[in-house]
């Protein structure tokens, strides 16, 4: 079974860091991108940062560009979201999420959610002013 087990969060000042861990069984980071969003109040689900391990690629949302990492393990077992400079308006609870790449390509990216086969559970994130 695939699992995808997010954690890490927690509350953190204005301007501080934070690195939130998911934790990756059952696929191979070769055959997915893997990406984190974040959901508001609203339950809306926005791309933070995506990795794509076969290509080399990363991709990051603008609001947090310069800001927060994504990288994976030496193992492919875990996904990290280091985030730094951290402000209010980064609270949400934030999620892992798996797509399987077809063809070499894939369609989610940071804007299209609903294209991700596997999540993991949310982890809290908040920043206090």
């Known amino acids: 079974d695939v699992q995808l087990q997010a954690s890490g969060g927690g509350l953190v000042q204005a301007g501080g860091s934070l690195s939130l861990s998911c934790a990756i069984s059952?696929?191979?980071?070769?055959?997915?991108?893997i990406a984190w969003f974040r959901q508001g109040p609203r339950k809306e689900r926005r791309g933070v940062a995506v990795?794509?391990?076969?290509?080399?690629?990363?991709d990051y949302a603008d609001s947090v560009k310069g800001r927060f990492t994504i990288s994976v393990d030496y193992a492919g077992t875990t996904v990290s979201l280091h985030m730094r400079a951290l402000n209010p308006g980064d609270t949400a609870v934030y999620l892992c999420?798996?797509?399987?790449?077809?063809?070499?390509?894939?369609?989610?990216?940071?804007?299209?959610?609903?294209?991700?086969?596997?999540w993991g559970q949310g982890t809290q994130v908040t920043v206090s002013s």
């Open positions: 999420a798996a797509e399987l790449i077809k063809g070499d390509k894939t369609t989610g990216g940071l804007k299209y959610p609903q294209e991700y086969d596997y």
């Open positions: 059952g696929l191979s980071v070769n055959d997915y991108v």
């Open positions: 990795i794509d391990v076969r290509h080399g690629t990363t």
